[in-house]
C-alpha cells in the first residue's frame, strides 16, 4: 500500500479481498466500496441470488470479483473459501468478517441452540476463517476487520445475554488476534456500529416489539466508509477499535 492516504482514488489497486456476510446490509456496502478502490474481491454469503447481485454491483468497479455461496459454520466450506480465495487470485490482503445472527431471548427460558448458533455464527466462523487465511495475511502483511456491534462493548441488558456474549467473545478474538499478529505487520480492526439499517435490525425490531424506521439509523454506507478509510491509512497509523453511532440526520 502507498505510503499516502489515497482513499478516494484506488487505494486498494492489486490487494484481494474476502469480505463474509456480502450478501447484503454492511458486508455488500463494503464490497461495493472496496470494489471502488480497485480491489478484487472474494463475496461469501449463504443466499446465492443476492450475492451473484451483490458481485454485478461490485464487477462495475473491481477487475475480478468471486462469489462463494455457503454457510460458514461449516468448518469444511470456511477452509473451502480461504482455498478458494489464495487459489484465485494468489494471496488475501483483506479478510472482513461481515457475518453475524441474532436471537434474542431471557436466560431463564431461551433455547441453548440459540445459544450455540450464535456462537457459531458470530464467533466460531470468524475464527475458523481466520485462522485458514492467516498465513496469507501474514507473508502479505494484510488487514483483518471484524464487524463487531455495540453489544459487543457495552453492558449486556435482559433478554440480550446469548447475543452480547457472542459479540464479546468476538472482541476479544480480535484482541488477542492482534497482539498475535501486530509485531508481523498485520493490522486488526474492530468496527462497533451503532444501530445500522439492515435486515437484521429489522428483525430486532420486530424481536423488541417496536415499529422500524431505517432512515433512524446508519446506513450500511457510512460503517463501509469507515471501514475503507481506516484500511487505507498508511502504515505509520493504525485503528485498531472505532465506535459509529447514528447522526442526528
Same mark, same amino acid.
Given at each position: ?30 464490497a ?8 478484487? @474481491? ?9 450475492l451473484?447481485r ?53 436466560? #431463564? ?30 507473508a ?20 440480550w ?8 467473545? @468476538? ?5 488477542? @488476534?492482534? !497482539? ?24 430486532v425490531h ?8 431505517p ?6 454506507? !457510512? ?8 484500511? #487505507?491509512?498508511?502504515?505509520? #497509523? ?12
Amino acid at each position: 500500500m502507498s505510503s499516502e492516504f489515497t482513499a478516494g482514488g484506488l487505494a486498494f489497486r492489486g490487494k484481494v479481498a474476502v469480505i463474509t456476510g456480502a450478501s447484503g446490509g454492511i458486508g455488500e456496502a463494503i464490497a461495493v466500496a472496496l470494489a471502488r478502490e480497485g480491489a478484487r @474481491l472474494v463475496l461469501a454469503g449463504r443466499n446465492a441470488e443476492r450475492l451473484d447481485r451483490v458481485a454485478e454491483r461490485a464487477r462495475d468497479f473491481s477487475p475480478g470479483v468471486e462469489t462463494f455461496a455457503a454457510d460458514l459454520t461449516d468448518d469444511e466450506r470456511s477452509h473451502a473459501l480461504a482455498a478458494r480465495a489464495v487459489g484465485a487470485f494468489g494471496g488475501v490482503d483483506v479478510l472482513v468478517h461481515s457475518i453475524g445472527y441474532f436471537a434474542g431471548g431471557l436466560v #431463564a427460558t431461551a433455547p441453548v441452540d440459540d445459544l450455540d448458533r450464535l456462537y457459531r455464527v458470530n464467533a466460531r466462523s470468524p475464527y475458523v476463517l481466520t485462522q485458514a487465511l492467516l498465513p496469507s495475511l501474514i507473508a502479505r502483511q494484510g488487514q483483518v476487520v471484524f464487524v463487531n456491534s455495540g453489544s459487543g462493548f457495552q453492558p449486556a441488558r435482559a433478554g440480550w445475554a446469548a447475543y452480547a456474549a457472542s459479540k464479546h467473545a @468476538l472482541r476479544a478474538l480480535a484482541d488477542g @488476534l492482534r !497482539d498475535e499478529v501486530h509485531p508481523q505487520g498485520v493490522r486488526v480492526i474492530t468496527v462497533f456500529p451503532g444501530r445500522t439499517a439492515t435486515a437484521m435490525q429489522e428483525e430486532v425490531h420486530r424481536y423488541e416489539g417496536r415499529p422500524y424506521d431505517p432512515n433512524r439509523f446508519l446506513q450500511s454506507r !457510512d460503517v463501509a466508509a469507515v471501514v475503507v478509510n481506516a484500511l #487505507a491509512l498508511p502504515r505509520t #497509523a493504525e485503528v485498531t477499535e472505532v465506535r459509529v453511532r447514528p447522526g442526528q440526520g
